[in-house]
């Protein structure tokens, strides 16, 4: 049987625990120049429907580090920008390529091509969720805080996909979030039921100050996410008391870490002051997808 990731929700804890294991691995043998073609003549096809720094590069290096190759698929060049269905793809692409990467408009269509495809599809950011980016950050939690049960998260912003798939981590990791949102833009009452029944441990608040009292992380998004371009000046408005600064920070507990999946609007959701101070791991989050993304291929491919 193939094995998708499309949501964090798709491996168990144990596998989490084993995956970052494998990922931490992965990074130091790097560090000492050790490379294991273990995915050698395998192909990763990445279709993305909207623009990548991190998920691209990450991904693309990752398959070359492992002895494979990866095909940078853009729809408006391929069939499927002109109409060709997302099932026909599926199925031809699983004719050609070991996996596929998958960043999409909407996360119906994430569903769509992995329900039709026979080999394993990876989500790289849907409207719903962000898995691989939440994958690197419990990495990078783990790496600081030297653990992941019982840490005490705050999310500061738009209850967004990066959000939604923090909030249904915490089934996995035993972590607590605690979500500060302009109620108009608080994650989706659905979501969260549901993360709740299924044993997260989320919180959602209005104030951000509520949220950062006593965190272990603090952690926001852009209020601007892809596709919403058209909303930044009533967004702009709204989300400002939400900003992540000293004054936010200093109600956090001391040595608490700051992270950002990036891009970051500087001085809108995050300072400066705050995005380049010793709290910040937001470079150590980006080059954590690598590592966890290639234990992640690995485990998918290998
Ligand atoms: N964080 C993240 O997914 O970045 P990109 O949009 O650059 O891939
Ligand atoms: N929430 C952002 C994340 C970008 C990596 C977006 O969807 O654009």
């Keep these: ?15 989490l625990a084993n995956l970052i294991a494998h990922a931490r691995k992965l990074k130091e043998e790097r560090r000492v120049g ?18 990548s720094t991190r998920t691209r590069i990450s991904f693309e290096t990752g398959m070359f580090e492992l002895g494979g190759h990866a095909l940078f698929l853009n729809p408006k060049d391929m069939q499927l920008g002109r109409g060709e269905a997302i099932r026909d793809t599926a199925r031809v692409m699983s004719r050609f390529v ?4 998958i960043r999409a408009n909407r996360h119906d269509e994430v569903i769509e091509l992995a329900t039709h495809s026979d080999i394993p599809v990876i989500n790289g950011l849907s409207d719903r969720e962000h898995p691989c980016q939440i994958l690197a950050d419990i990495m990078t939690i783990d790496e600081r805080l030297f653990r992941t049960e019982g840490i ?5 912003g738009d209850g967004n996909n990066v959000c939604t798939s923090l909030i249904l981590s915490t089934i996995l990791t035993g972590m607590e979030v605690v979500v500060a949102s302009p109620p108009e833009f608080a994650p989706g009452k659905e979501i969260v039921a549901e993360a709740l029944k299924m044993g997260a441990r989320v919180r959602v608040v209005a104030d951000p100050m509520d949220a950062a009292t006593d965190a272990d992380v603090i952690m926001t998004d852009t209020w601007i996410s892809m596709g919403q371009e058209e909303e930044v000046d009533r967004r702009r408005k709204i989300f400002m008391p939400y900003q992540v600064n000293a004054g936010l920070m200093s109600m956090a507990k001391p040595g608490a870490i700051v992270m950002h999946c990036l891009p970051a609007h500087r001085n809108w959701e995050i300072t400066d002051e705050v995005i380049d101070s010793k709290a910040s791991v937001v470079w ?3 080059e954590n997808r690598l590592h966890v993304q290639k234990a992640l291929l690995v485990r998918l491919l290998g």
């Design 1 to 15: 049987m193939k094995k998708d990731f499309l949501s964090i929700l798709d491996i168990s804890r144990e596998e």
């Design 152 to 156: 005490r998260v705050a999310w500061i």
């Design 34 to 51: 050790i490379h294991t073609p273990v995915l050698a003549h395998k192909t990763l096809g990445m279709i993305f429907e909207k623009s």
């Design 284 to 286: 150590d989050q980006a």
């Design 98 to 101: 070991s996996a596929i990467m």
